[in-house]
């Protein structure tokens, strides 16, 4: 087949995928590399076309779910790549693989080689791609400072080069370590840039975005305006077939509903995330799905499956080294136990997962624990000294909030108001 041929194959494959027709673009981009296979006396351009077929090919499969088809190709990617700056891109989709499903030790060895190969080559946007995929490793091993300080330096790199999707991305990881550190007028800033520069990207990047944006809503307890992002979300990553962004989106659109007193519906949407999310190994959403599940039976009243949810997510949790997901673990096992009448096995829950959140800087889940230990304990001062703990974080998140609206709704929810009306 002629390099024009060749070319043709790519471009009908590039086609089919932005008009999500994605069984014909995985055909095309297997015709090209069938074509191509076992010719060692490829012409550059030739090994070049090849080379960017089996990328893109696996990059499809891994917006699909089909997570081991992709690593398999990525890996063949970087045996066929060699000394070039497609190692670093092949390095770095290795790493991110990595990454989704716990293993952040091989993970950060993939984007170490990446960032040592990029320097030797000088290339920017394969630099700026392993910085943001360290960024992320750090956020989920709870390391917020070392992630945000990797996401900045891959945020400078991206703009250096003009890469859209990079920046959105970027601006994304960071929104929600801000949110993972409390920082939720930061983090509305960080998703919005995002999401202006996922509109001018594609829908998977806009309804990540909006996703994220609706998320910062259910921290300040606007459980409308959340569900008014995650419906748009997800009626977009529904179109794009792209399963890993729609477990996400019904985890949220779960969570928004049962807050909002739909528990049946949203505990409907809530298995849908999770079943999606354990079949396409989306590990993070799995973990989140777990423990809101636990959260949704507890409001249910049925302690034994809440209780099911929060032992599976803190197995997990505990046998990748996720530490914030521990911590979530043991605050739903602490409100199962106070279900249960075992008030003393409770604070002991609770009293591990502050230790968790102070440590990875979860202020958010950190103030909900010393109320928690507040309404148990043995004596008036004892419980004084919680609520003031609690109000206090409750502050610092309150009022470095710029924008006054959102900071005052944030203080006139019934749950804060009622901890700052105890002190």
């Not at 960071?174 to 999401?195: K, P, S, T, Y």
């Not at 520069?197 to 944006?213: K, M, P």
């Not at 748009?232 to 529904?238: D, H, I, Q, S, V």
């Not at 507890?298 to 997901?325: F, K, P, S, W």
Request: proline share 1%.
């Amino acid at each position: 087949m002629s390099t024009t041929q060749l070319e043709e194959l790519l471009q009908q494959a590039q086609a089919a995928r932005e008009e999500k027709a994605y069984d014909e673009a995985l055909a095309r981009y297997e015709e090209l590399l069938a074509s191509t296979d076992g010719d060692e006396a490829r012409s550059d351009e030739v090994r070049d076309l090849r080379l960017t077929a089996l990328r893109e090919q696996s990059r499809l499969h891994e917006l699909l779910g089909d997570r081991d088809v992709a690593l398999a190709g990525y890996e063949q990617y970087y045996l066929e790549a060699g000394s070039t700056q497609h190692a670093v891109e092949a390095l770095v989709c290795i790493g991110e693989l990595h990454g989704e499903v716990g293993r952040h030790q091989q993970a950060l060895e993939a984007y170490d080689e990446a960032l040592d190969l990029a320097k030797a080559f000088n290339y920017t946007a394969g630099r700026a791609r392993a910085l943001l995929g360290v960024g992320l490793t750090m956020h989920r091993l709870g390391r917020s400072e070392e992630a945000l300080a990797n996401l900045r330096k891959s945020q400078g790199l991206f703009k250096q080069v003009d890469d859209v999707l990079g920046r959105s991305r970027s601006w994304n990881h960071m929104g929600i370590v801000h949110v993972q550190l409390g920082q939720i007028d930061r983090a509305i800033h960080a998703f919005q840039e995002g999401l202006d520069l996922a509109r001018q990207i594609g829908d998977r990047e806009t309804a990540i975005a909006l996703s994220n944006l609706g998320e910062c809503h259910q921290l300040l307890y606007n459980m409308e305006q959340a569900l008014e992002y995650h419906r748009e979300a997800l009626a977009l990553a529904e179109s794009t077939q792209f399963r890993t962004v729609e477990a996400d989106l019904c985890r949220n659109l779960g969570y928004d509903l049962y807050n909002l007193g739909e528990v049946e519906e949203g505990v409907h949407y809530l298995e849908r995330a999770l079943r999606i999310a354990a079949e396409s190994m989306e590990q993070d959403t799995e973990l989140q799905a777990l423990y809101t599940l636990a959260l949704a039976e507890i409001r249910r009243g049925n302690a034994g499956r809440a209780r099911g949810y929060a032992e599976r997510l803190q197995e997990t949790a505990v046998a990748h080294n996720y530490r914030v997901y521990q911590a979530d673990a043991l605050h739903a096992l602490g409100l199962v136990h106070q279900m249960e009448g075992d008030v003393a096995r409770a604070e002991q829950r609770w009293q591990e997962a502050v230790f968790l959140a102070h440590d990875t800087g979860r202020l958010f889940l950190l103030w909900q624990l010393h109320a928690l230990l507040a309404d148990i304990a043995s004596n008036p001062g004892l419980a004084g000294v919680h609520y003031q703990i609690a109000a206090d974080i409750i502050n610092q998140i309150a009022y470095p909030i710029e924008d006054e609206q959102v900071r005052n709704a944030f203080l006139s929810a019934p749950v804060v108001k009622a901890v700052l009306e105890k002190v």
